[in-house]
């Protein structure tokens, strides 16, 4: 047994730089687990530089100097995000609190429109289910208004801290595009300096991360923009806060936009009923998903190597168990990593079997 794990550890164990890049790896895994907060905002900023250094390379194609087209980038990301803390962020915010405010009469809303589900539809629901369900509801309402509200009181501290982090993007942002390249040397200074295997992994993920980081921004302006429209074209309640958790849910594949739905369903069907404007809106709803899914996202990712659906719902799963909520949107990324990493994975070939 042991002749067999050792010839076991010494057929995939036996590359240095492979054990060197497994080490570092399981080092990023440990201080993001234990200091999440304060890599968050870091991991925040390189996803921007990732999405602007496409623009900044663009520029440079049209012979602008690096500096000036990091200049005019930076300006417009400046704008952009200025723009959405002084007038998106606080209405989404406003419409939150309205959402708090709301939820006693919501309720009760819901309840008269599945009383009157149950009599449009008496064979598939009954009575006691829509008693049941409105419980529940109602339950759920409760503890999320004590939440919100223990929320507001508690956790200063942290909106605080969420302030600051806010605030430190930007000039993070700045310094990685600046001094992009001498940030880079800077850490392949400390790599050894024959490192095959790890710049065949730093070449494959560097491609990967850029092509699916700006191709999932585009996706989450346009799905969250379009599906904003529609909602304030039927005049939706919460049609800000609504549409902006549908943008963000396209960062979480397949499981994103199936929870996001419920609160859309739910928050229509209580605002119109089984009307023809509920069904019209589910329609459009449908519609943008359909062109999100089957248009948008082969447009925006045919240079990307699409991971199996189970590969990524298993990863959403894992990181998000593992790092929380920075998990769950970084969970693709991570399983480009690991894809990456056991892809370069240095493989012996089986001793051949001659026969007697």
């Not at 690096?66 to 606080?90: D, E, K, N, S």
């Not at 929320?151 to 200063?156: E, G, N, T, V």
């Not at 069907?269 to 019209?280: A, D, R, T």
């Amino acid at each position: 047994m042991i002749d067999v794990i050792k010839n076991w550890l010494d057929r995939y164990f036996s590359n240095e730089e492979f054990l060197a890049l497994l080490g570092l790896l399981l080092g990023l895994s440990l201080l993001m687990a234990l200091m999440g907060s304060v890599v968050v905002p870091i991991l925040t900023g390189v996803v921007l530089a990732y999405v602007m250094q496409g623009v900044i390379d663009q520029l440079q194609r049209l012979k602008l100097s690096r500096g000036f087209a990091v200049t005019i980038t930076y300006t417009l990301f400046l704008g952009g995000f200025i723009a959405f803390l002084l007038f998106v962020l606080p209405r989404i915010w406003r419409q939150v609190g309205n959402l708090y405010t709301d939820l006693p009469g919501l309720s009760a809303r819901l309840s008269e429109t599945l009383s009157g589900l149950q009599v449009s539809l008496p064979a598939p629901i009954s009575e006691q289910q829509i008693a049941t369900w409105v419980n529940l509801l109602s339950a759920e309402a409760t503890e999320l208004g004590q939440w919100l509200l223990s929320a507001s009181l508690s956790q200063l501290p942290v909106l605080m801290t969420v302030m600051a982090y806010t605030l430190l993007v930007p000039i993070l942002v700045f310094f990685l595009l600046k001094d992009k390249d001498l940030i880079i040397d800077y850490f392949l200074g400390l790599l050894p300096e024959h490192r095959p295997l790890m710049n065949q992994v730093g070449s494959e993920i560097s491609q990967q991360m850029q092509n699916y980081v700006r191709g999932k921004f585009i996706e989450l302006l346009i799905a969250g923009l379009c599906t904003y429209a529609l909602f304030a074209v039927f005049e939706l309640n919460y049609a800000a806060l609504l549409g902006f958790l549908v943008g963000v849910s396209v960062i979480i594949p397949y499981l994103g936009i199936a929870v996001v739905t419920i609160p859309v369903v739910s928050v229509a069907l209580i605002q119109f009923g089984l009307s023809g404007e509920f069904f019209y809106l589910m329609l459009g709803y449908l519609v943008i998903q359909a062109l999100d899914g089957f248009l948008l996202v082969p447009l925006l990712f045919s240079e990307v190597n699409n991971l199996h659906p189970l590969a990524i719902v298993i990863a959403v799963l894992v990181f998000g168990a593992w790092f929380g909520l920075a998990g769950v949107f970084f969970a693709i990324p991570l399983a480009i990593l690991l894809r990456a990493i056991l892809g370069a994975w240095p493989k012996v070939d089986e001793p051949e079997v001659t026969a007697p």
